[in-house]
């Protein structure tokens, strides 16, 4: 079956740096697009970042754009997410996604999403 798995989560002070990478296995998401996401205590789940299949188009919320760089590794069916100058806002559990089909205009749509990682704890204190 498809699994998701992501690693590299922890605790960092605030301006440091983590970088979470996300596994795809059960099948290749070359020709799609990947994303991750995030959930802090007593939010929704919204969006972070996404990346086409070609890795060409790369859409991040305004909260972490200049901070955070998407990319993939389509040989390795792998997307990682380098996440600098962290605030504690950035506190959440960051969970890798993958779909089979969509459009551009979805890429930053949980609903477009149809595959879940089980989640990576990012803390990171003041």
């Known amino acids: 079956q498809v699994q998701l798995v992501e690693s590299g989560g922890g605790l960092v002070q605030a301006g440091g740096s983590l970088r979470l990478s996300c596994a795809a296995s059960g099948r290749t998401f070359s020709s799609n697009a990947m994303a991750w996401f995030r959930q802090a205590p007593g939010k929704e789940r919204e969006f972070v970042a996404a990346?086409?299949?070609?890795?060409?188009?790369?859409p991040y919320a305004d909260s972490v754009k200049g901070r955070f760089t998407i990319s993939r590794d389509n040989a390795k069916n792998t997307v990682t997410l380098q996440m600098n100058t962290l605030k504690p806002e950035d506190t959440a559990v960051y969970y890798c996604?993958?779909?089979?089909?969509?459009?551009?205009?979805?890429?930053?749509?949980?609903?477009?999403?149809?595959?879940w990682g089980q989640g990576t704890q990012v803390t990171v204190s003041s």
């Open positions: 990346i086409s299949a070609s890795g060409s188009i790369t």
């Open positions: 996604a993958a779909r089979t089909r969509g459009t551009i205009a979805t890429m930053t749509l949980r609903a477009g999403y149809d595959y």
